[in-house]
């Protein structure tokens, strides 16, 4: 690895690591393609050319590994033979340009690729076994009928690039091969007089073979930048005891990529500025300096780091606060002088500001939105892997990659969406030989779905597989000691479903390298609770299973609905709230030790968060409020005291100093200085559930201990309100 350790190198590589991430996970989709359409001669064309971009940026940042070694692949795409095996390797190509890329980037060791080039060899040369090949650089004896070489020259594309420059500049070169005397005892020594002879004739632009070679040294190739004429050089080169011939040619550096003109519906991959162009040609040729045209094009992109976009996000969260401030000190001011002319004044004011802070704000949030396709598109291969491990057929169908969601959430959601879809191809879907018996198709579909729903993403993974057997999970349940026979018997479908997202359940009934190690999905639950969403299950014997996993759009700004409990302030999402119902104490029932509520045709469960009422006539006539909320297929109603409007939250974290509660998710600021709680409705319904399977009372006055807990912590809470949740 080498390459000039400034600033700018270190920007260069930094937009490499991005864009070399891009290029891998297209390869592994063109060689997906390629496997399911072996003659495709325009898929063909399209992953050698991110082979050939990926050698060039590579080479452009010095990292001479991975740029070789995607050369000697692409050189093996251009044979245009073994067509059959060529997705299979470019598969494993992409897994070890993978990993170099990650050992660049992290610092760490490089992983082997002498397996990986042992497989390119034997493409390249079918008709000899590795051992016996002639080494790529090698080139027949004077005389000798020379057939097609692997590469056309010796060079390294750090080197091409500047020899390419030296041409763009007027320069004279020479290509000088001197074949060492066969009774040349110091070979290296050898080759570093011949590098110092020349470099006083001019500029050593490259040299071949290089310092570290471990092969023996039978000639040494030079690229020569020089006004010196050829009689010149060759006496210079000419050393007694050491040169046995000197062959000096002028060196041909052929047209740069730039202007080889792709197919025009093939679009350029993305690639860090001033590195390699891809070309649609069938050689590799000497790169030039960047065309005008990409250098306009990569103009309009501009690449910032997503603290910045955080950061900038932050300051937008307290200019919302300083707008409830505001507001707040003008309805004062409204109460105290209603006829001030000043009045109106303010008001247009603040209205001006608060569309303008609306126009902010949604631009900040659309910078950090991006497609989930950016996610989906590392699954296919997966998939694949995952079915072919299994001995199974499944075909993976991905709509709605176009969604947008938070860049910090999509991160975050990628392992439970692996372990799901693995989970699926490992569990769900039946081999073809089950498949055909039960009268399905050999091939099994799964499908991985997003899109927008309110001010959520849905993302949904559904399979046409055996379904999940709901007895058996209660019954494994009941042997691994995480649910009691009394439990078991209480709980509904829906409730014993979401066992398996449970820490250590597993119904495998022995360790494979799929499963039955007691780990996997209980990630899902874990990652979308600390989100602040929700996964729904939904199955059906013999049909498939889907998962629904439901995400809010953002971490960082919430609308929520505020209500008081006990005299305390408290705030739930308002997308969480179905509907809302006034009703009184004497309305509200006792059944099977928990409360209900008779809403319309419905029985509807209800969860207290307050402290239940004294038993007499003026508290059953006392008026309260039901918020009604839709979980999955589950619906349940919140019993608070009043409400207290809506308003737009900046959602400050909380750590464990602060509250000791898994029932706050978080905390906000009001207008008047106050601090809203946010309530966790995932672990509020997690206590309401437990409570009704243990035959105890649900949630009753939790929340007024809580709010004293707090309240004398908000100082503390306002200071530590550096980031949102």
């Not at 000899?128 to 005389?143: I, R, V």
């Not at 020089?226 to 210079?236: A, L, N, P, W």
């Not at 009703?583 to 402290?611: C, F, K, W």
Request: one cysteine or more; aromatic letters at 4%.
């Amino acid at each position: 690895m080498s390459g000039p350790p400034d600033d700018r190198m270190s920007e260069l590589r930094e937009l490499f690591f991005e864009s070399a991430t891009e290029l891998v996970e297209k390869l592994n989709e063109e060689a997906l393609s390629l496997e399911k359409n072996p003659g495709d001669a325009e898929t063909a064309r399209s992953l050698r050319r991110i082979v050939h971009t990926l050698k060039g940026d590579a080479a452009a940042c010095g990292y001479r590994e991975l740029s070789e070694l995607a050369h000697e692949f692409e050189d093996v795409l251009a044979l245009k033979t073994n067509a059959s095996v060529i997705p299979e390797v470019a598969m494993r190509a992409a897994d070890v340009f993978g990993g170099l890329i990650h050992a660049y980037h992290a610092g760490e060791k490089l992983p082997d690729i002498h397996p990986l080039r042992k497989e390119i060899a034997r493409l390249a040369h079918p008709e000899q076994e590795p051992a016996n090949a002639k080494a790529p650089d090698s080139e027949p004896e004077d005389g000798a009928d020379k057939k097609p070489s692997l590469e056309r020259s010796p060079w390294s594309e750090y080197e091409r690039l500047a020899i390419a420059h030296a041409a763009a500049d007027g320069k004279t070169l020479h290509h000088v091969v001197v074949r060492l005397d066969p009774q040349c005892g110091m070979p290296i020594a050898a080759r570093q007089m011949i590098q110092i002879a020349l470099a006083g004739l001019g500029e050593v632009l490259a040299v071949h073979p290089a310092d570290e070679s471990k092969s023996p040294i039978e000639r040494v190739q030079v690229a020569l930048a020089s006004q010196k004429s050829v009689d010149q050089i060759r006496v210079k080169c000419d050393i007694p005891t050491i040169a046995q011939s000197v062959d000096i040619r002028p060196l041909q550096v052929e047209a740069p990529l730039n202007e080889a003109k792709p197919p025009a519906n093939q679009a350029e991959e993305a690639r860090p500025a001033g590195a390699v162009n891809a070309d649609a040609g069938d050689v590799p040729t000497v790169t030039g300096t960047a065309s005008h045209s990409a250098a306009t094009s990569s103009d309009n992109i501009l690449r910032v780091d997503a603290e910045r976009i955080d950061s900038v996000l932050n300051l937008v969260g307290e200019l919302i606060l300083a707008k409830s401030m505001l507001q707040q000190t003008f309805v004062e001011f409204g109460q105290r002088f209603p006829k001030d002319a000043l009045r109106g004044k303010f008001s247009d004011a603040m209205a001006f500001q608060s569309r303008v802070l609306s126009d902010l704000q949604q631009s900040v949030m659309k910078i950090r939105m991006v497609p989930v396709d950016q996610l989906f598109r590392r699954f296919p291969r997966v998939v694949r892997d995952v079915a072919r491990q299994g001995g199974k057929e499944v075909e993976l169908a991905i709509q709605g990659g176009d969604t947008d969601l938070d860049k910090g959430i999509l991160d975050s959601v990628a392992e439970p969406l692996m372990h799901i879809l693995r989970n699926a191809v490992g569990h769900g879907i039946e081999t073809p030989e089950e498949r055909t018996r039960a009268g399905k198709r050999p091939q099994g579909k799964l499908q991985l779905k997003a899109y927008h729903q309110g001010n959520q993403v849905v993302i949904e993974v559904s399979d046409d597989g055996r379904g999940i057997n709901i007895e058996k999970v209660r019954q494994r349940a009941l042997v691994q000691r995480l649910l009691k026979p009394d439990e078991a018997s209480l709980m509904s479908d829906a409730d014993t479903l979401e066992l398996i997202l449970r820490p250590g359940f597993s119904t495998a009934e022995e360790i494979t390298e799929l499963s039955g190690r007691g780990i996997g999905l209980d990630v899902v639950q874990t990652v979308l609770t600390r989100l602040k969403g929700s996964v729904q299950i939904e199955t059906a014997p013999g049909r498939g299973t889907t998962f629904r996993l439901r995400l809010p759009l953002t971490l960082a700004i919430l609308r929520a609905l505020l209500f008081r409990v006990d005299h305390r302030l408290y705030a739930l999402p308002l997308n969480a709230v179905n509907e809302i119902t006034r009703t009184t104490e004497s309305e509200i029932h006792e059944v099977e030790h928990y409360e209900v509520l008779q809403l319309r045709n419905d029985v509807l469960p209800l969860m207290r968060l307050g402290a239940a009422p004294q038993p007499d006539p003026e508290a059953a006539r006392q008026k309260i409020f039901v918020l009604v909320i839709h979980q999955g297929d589950r619906k349940f109603g919140l019993i608070v005291n009043e409400l207290a409007g809506e308003d737009e939250l900046v959602i400050k974290a909380l750590d464990d100093q602060s509250i000791k509660t898994d029932l706050v998710s978080g905390a906000s600021i009001l207008g008047d200085g106050r601090v809203v709680l946010i309530l966790n409705l995932l672990a509020l319904l997690e206590r309401f559930s437990r409570s009704r399977g243990s035959n105890s009372k649900p949630i009753s006055g939790p929340l007024s201990n809580l709010s004293d807990a707090c309240a004398s912590q908000a100082p503390r809470v306002h200071h530590t309100a550096g980031g949102h949740a």
